[in-house]
């Protein structure tokens, strides 16, 4: 079945820690995204990426980094940066970033910071 | 500056009665309009789209949405609720003249027995 893979589903994290969460997709996508969801504020971006080898910044990329040397890869750090990095952060992807193409997302990766 | 906006944080419907979900939306051009659905820790699922044309959308598991242009507004209907129904809905809208999709913070479902 295609779909997107995100692991771990739940990490705890010391503080001063940087953390990677993958993202795999097997849709053959050129799209794919990083967000952001807190109790409250809905999904905010954090990155994007349109093709491979390529990705800009989204409204909340401060403290976040990431890479796309693969299509179906889309790894992203959490830097000892990110002030709050406490969160549940989704991935998604989509056949291509414009018009009334379809998001598809992954189950999820669960942050705490201890 | 796209924008879409869920006045309701939470709705509570009886199973079995109509259930609407509001959402209302700016954009500078023609919009692209979005219902997604969360279950508890799992990512979003698409439910509908509109892009063009009719007004009415009908999408997965018996939902639906109406576009309307003079009230911007796409709220998500479903005429006779289901306690699984119960979840987190997010609108979202895409401007044509951009590329990024901007999300609203949600309204949670709560369909009762």
């Known amino acids: 079945d295609g779909g997107i893979t995100q692991s771990p589903k739940y990490l705890f994290r010391k503080e001063g820690q940087n953390v990677t969460l993958s993202c795999e997709q097997n849709?053959?996508?050129?799209?794919m995204y990083w967000y952001r969801q807190d109790p409250g504020q809905g999904l905010r971006l954090i990155y994007y990426?349109?093709?491979?080898?390529?990705?800009q910044k989204g409204d909340i990329a401060e403290g976040y980094s990431v890479s796309r040397e693969k299509k179906e890869s889309f790894p992203l750090t959490v830097t000892s940066a990110q002030k709050n990095p406490t969160a549940f952060y989704l991935c998604?992807?989509?056949?291509?970033?414009?018009?009334?193409?379809?998001?598809?997302f992954g189950a999820g990766s669960r942050l705490t910071v201890l | 500056a796209q924008s879409v906006a869920q006045p309701e944080d939470q709705v509570n419907v009886a199973e079995g009665n109509p259930l609407t979900v509001k959402c209302t939306y700016s954009?500078?051009?023609?919009?692209?309009l979005f219902w997604y659905v969360q279950y508890p820790n799992r990512g979003l699922q698409f439910l509908l789209k509109y892009i063009t044309g009719d007004n009415l959308v009908k999408g997965s598991y018996g939902f639906e949405a109406e576009f309307n242009k003079s009230q911007t507004s796409f709220h998500l209907k479903k005429p006779s609720a289901l306690v699984s129904d119960s979840a987190l809905y997010f609108c979202?809208?895409?401007?044509?003249?951009?590329?990024?999709?901007?999300f609203g913070t949600g309204t949670r479902l709560l369909v009762s027995p």
């Open positions: 998604a992807s989509s056949a291509a970033s414009s018009g009334a193409n379809v998001l598809t």
């Open positions: 979202a809208v895409r401007d044509t003249g951009f590329q990024k999709l901007v």
């Open positions: 990426s349109q093709i491979v080898n390529d990705f």
């Open positions: 849709l053959n996508h050129d799209a």
């Open positions: 954009v500078s051009g023609n919009p692209y």
